[in-house]
């Protein structure tokens, strides 16, 4: 059984840093390239970041590009979301998910991926 566990979400003030972890198991994590995907409320799930099966490759969505960093750690099946400089606007549950097909490009459409978790709060204040 695939399970994504997101953790390290809270309140902020902006200008503020978090990090977020996804620790997953029930999978051979280092055959997945992984996501992050934030909502808030009223809105679409929306891309934030992704990382290569490897961690070689990442890709940011234009909103969080030099504020975010994606790493991963796959001897710890650990994903992680580096957030500093944070903005009222960041505020939103952030969902980690997986995604099986390793040997292809990354993903950056929620449709595409195949496992998810139940997403970390994080609230920044202004």
């Known amino acids: 059984q695939v399970q994504l566990v997101e953790s390290g979400g809270g309140l902020v003030q902006a200008g503020g840093s978090l990090r977020l972890s996804c620790t997953a198991s029930g999978l051979t994590f280092s055959l997945y390239h992984m996501g992050w995907f934030r909502q808030a409320p009223g809105k679409d799930r929306e891309f934030v970041a992704a990382?290569?099966?490897?961690?070689?490759?990442?890709y940011y969505a234009d909103s969080v590009k030099g504020r975010f960093t994606s790493s991963r750690d796959n001897a710890k099946n650990t994903m992680y979301l580096q957030m500093n400089s944070l903005k009222p606007e960041d505020t939103a549950l952030y969902y980690c998910?997986?995604?099986?097909?390793?040997?292809?490009?990354?993903?950056?459409?929620?449709?595409?991926?195949?496992?998810w978790g139940q997403g970390t709060q994080v609230t920044v204040s202004s």
């Open positions: 998910a997986a995604d099986r097909a390793g040997w292809a490009s990354i993903k950056t459409h929620a449709h595409e991926y195949d496992y």
């Open positions: 990382i290569s099966r490897s961690g070689g490759e990442t």
